[in-house]
Each structure stands twice: as C-alpha cells, then as structure tokens.
T-cell receptor
Framework: DAKTTQPNSMESNEEEPVHLPCNHS???????IHWYRQLPSQGPEYVIH???SNVNNRMASLAIAEDRKSSTLILHRATLRDAAVYYC????????????FGKGTLLTVNP | DAGITQSPRHKVTETGTPVTLRCHQT?????MYWYRQDPGHGLRLIHY???????DKGEVSDGYSVSRSKTEDFLLTLESATSSQTSVYFC????????????FGEGSRLTVL
C-alpha cells in the first residue's frame, strides 16, 4: 500500500479552522484518499474520502492537490469534541479493501 | 450507528491460556477485519475476511487465527496468549469498494498476565 506522512501532532483553538496536512507522494491513479478519526477510548470513525476533486460533508472538507501528492483535511470551526487522532489513508481495490493505518495526527483543541 | 458489537469488552487472562474474541454484525457486510492498537504503533491489521470462510493475514498475524463460519460473526483466537498480545482489539466491517467506509466496533481490551 502507498504510504502517507502526517505530522505527529497539531494544536488549534476552539472555533478556529484547522488544516490537517497529509503527504502521499507515491499515490497511484486508482487510490482513494480516506480520512478517519479516533476519539479518546473509541474506535476510529469515517470522516471523508475523495479521489481527485475537493469534497465537503457535514463533518469536514477535503482539499486534494492537483497532482494528488498531498491533501488537507479542513475542520471549519474546531470544537473540543474534535480533539482526536486523525488518520489519512490511501485505499485501493486490489487489497480486499483493507486499510493500513499509520500513526496519524493528534489534534489538541484548546478552549 | 452501524450494528457491530464486540465481546468481551474487557478480559484479563493468564499467559498460555486460549482466548477468543467475537465480532458480531447485523449489517450483512461482506468484509470484516481485526485490528490491534498499541501505544506507539497505531492500528495494525491482524486478519481480515472477504466472505464466509474466506480469510487472509494482515501485517501482524503471528499467534492469531480467525474463523468466519457465517456472515455475521468473525472470531479472533489467541491459541496460547502471551503478554505481548496485551492490547486493545478492534473489529471493523465494510461493504467493500474503494469508497466503502469501515465501521469500527468499540474495542476489546485484553490483558495477558
């Protein structure tokens, strides 16, 4: 599986936007970019995914670089509940759809 | 929330004893996965299943076996538990496809003394 690189940790203030970066320079043309997050003491949960175009949903936005070698998860207004580990993952169909998780980015949200 | 439950949620056992963790789903999803999570390692895939009786190894499969005799249940067995298998175990399910989400259970905390 193609690998991703994320910062180990980031900090944000409540009600401010957060931009979580992810580098995936070896991405292939069929790899989808998925983001999951894991709240304390819970299992991971799906946040968003995309292939080439930017995506928005109720939780977040995903901005994908034109060359697809990087992406950014955007939380428009961070809340204390957004404090979690965020995982950026590449998913391709040739691997029985299993996801390989890295260590993710620990996001701290300050009140 | 996806219908996925893990049991037991907490277990303490002794080295050398067999342990079985159960993952049960009510979503009729084809794919099921077992991950373990340890400090400093993130989530690592142990085994996964792509259908009834169809399973394959993940990145950390040594010391673990799995079985899936019906769609809704995926069992993870530690034949002879060791202290290195102390961990939090997560089950996940998915319909598959490049856009298919993984839905995770709440985790099973296993302590091997």
């Amino acid at each position: 599986d193609a690998k991703t690189t994320q910062p180990n940790s980031m900090e944000s203030n409540e009600e401010e936007p957060v931009h979580l970066p992810c580098n995936h320079s070896t991405i292939s043309g069929t790899d989808y970019i998925h983001w999951y997050r894991q709240l304390p003491s819970q299992g991971p949960e799906y946040v968003i995914h995309g292939l080439t175009s930017n995506v928005n949903n109720r939780m977040a936005s995903l901005a994908i670089a034109e060359d697809r070698k990087s992406s950014t998860l955007i939380l428009h207004r961070a809340t204390l509940r957004d404090a979690a580990v965020y995982y950026c993952i590449l998913r391709s169909g040739g691997s029985n759809y299993k996801l390989t998780f890295g260590k993710g980015t620990l996001l701290t949200v300050n009140p | 929330d996806a219908g996925i439950t893990q049991s037991p949620r907490h277990k303490v056992t002794e080295t050398g004893t067999p342990v079985t963790l159960r993952c049960h789903q009510t979503e009729n999803h084809r794919y099921m996965y077992w991950y373990r999570q340890d400090p400093g390692h993130g989530l690592r895939l142990i085994h996964y299943s792509y259908g009834v009786k169809d399973t394959d190894k993940g990145e950390v499969s040594d010391g673990y076996s799995v079985s899936r005799s019906k769609t809704e249940d995926f069992l993870l067995t530690l034949e002879s538990a060791t202290s290195s298998q102390t961990s939090v175990y997560f089950c996940a399910i998915s319909e598959g496809g490049n856009t298919g989400e993984l839905f995770f259970g709440e985790g099973s905390r296993l302590t091997v003394l």
